[in-house]
């Protein structure tokens, strides 16, 4: 007998601010057939947290450095490998508390007009440093030139810093190089006469010369409509289904890679009615299919919020009426 197809749900934002919501709010949200579907679920730990980091180690990259995020994503930008070492340069909004800077979760949209207009008054800076800036999207900026080579460097995903606040998430290797260089880009952006945009985030650093081998292709497909689920195709060389539910999905042998982000900013933000409309959908077109074709026998199904734990579904028989019919919050925040 052919082994079932496997789907493995990947839905950062699921569970992270869940635990205070309910602390705070007493908040229970309406999910039945997530929690019928996680009922006596098996949770293994990850090495691993965040979006990016716990797709690269699920497909096999290696998770002793930096993920390679700009890499790929350079590739699907401009449709060429890029030839020198590279970041991700995202442009953001920084927020000054009390105590704290924090990374805004709503990322600025930019007009094509502005992003060229930034990048002709940040990349004349930035030559004295053998750096420049790059874009072909609006949202989506790289920084090229062999400092972001640097051995050592590690960054963190543009997704983990949502709402957090930054010192602890910046740039880590050559520190006094790397946070000189954010605040000059800072003072460069604090007059460029573009008002959405006050600094730009580095992450995802990747050399095209030292790059991980890619994992063994197979994998089964990446289904997602985002930029991440592109990117993890390209990277696994897996074929891309931009599916918005379930039942538009073709399930091969090997089973399927689900990438859903839309708790994501919603949970960083601390909007709870948002969140709640996105699990609602989450819950219609991916959660009750997905429960349905586990007890019907069709696929086995895992799920990570990308929080360092990944729960493997074994839903019990419904003639064991003994064991547990439905998770709860508490099992699984």
Request: proline share 8%; hydrophobic share 45%; aromatic share 10%.
């Amino acid at each position: 007998m052919s082994a079932k197809p496997h789907l493995c749900f990947f839905i950062p934002g699921l569970f992270q601010s869940l635990k205070l919501w309910r602390k705070d709010f007493a908040f229970q949200p309406e999910a039945k057939h997530l929690l019928r579907l996680c009922a006596n679920a098996r949770m293994e730990a990850l090495p691993v947290i965040g979006l990016e980091h716990t797709l690269f180690q699920h497909s096999g990259f290696p998770i002793d450095g930096e993920t390679p995020f700009a890499y790929y994503r350079y590739w699907l930008d401009f449709g060429a490998p890029p030839e020198q070492p590279l970041l991700c340069a995202d442009p953001v909004w920084l927020q000054s508390g009390i105590d704290q800077v924090l990374l805004r979760p709503e990322l600025p949209q930019l007009t094509g007009q502005e992003m060229a207009a930034l990048l002709a008054l940040l990349n004349p800076h930035l030559e004295d440093d053998g750096l420049k800036l790059a874009a072909k999207h609006p949202q989506r900026w790289y920084l090229l030139g062999d400092r972001a080579g640097e051995a050592g460097l590690r960054t963190t995903p543009l997704s983990q810093a949502l709402g957090q606040g930054i010192f602890p998430l910046l740039p880590q290797g050559d520190k006094r190089y790397w946070h000189r260089l954010l605040n000059e880009i800072q003072m460069l952006l604090h007059s460029g006469g573009v008002p959405a945009v006050n600094a730009l985030w580095l992450w995802g650093a990747a050399n095209p010369a030292a790059l991980p081998s890619p994992p063994a292709a197979g994998q089964g497909d990446v289904v997602g409509q985002s930029m991440t689920a592109q990117i993890l195709a390209a990277a696994t060389r897996s074929r891309l289904q931009a599916a918005s539910r379930l039942a538009d999905c073709t399930l091969g042998s090997a089973g399927c890679r689900i990438v859903l982000e839309d708790l994501l900013v919603p949970a960083a933000g601390d909007d709870l009615q948002s969140w709640r409309q996105a699990l609602d959908a989450l819950e219609e077109n991916w959660f009750a299919p997905a429960l349905a074709g586990v007890r019907g026998g069709r696929f086995s199904v895992s799920l990570s919020a990308c929080d360092g734990r990944i729960f493997h579904c074994q839903p019990a028989p419904s003639w064991q009426f003994w064991r547990r019919q439905h998770a709860d919050w508490e099992q699984l925040t």
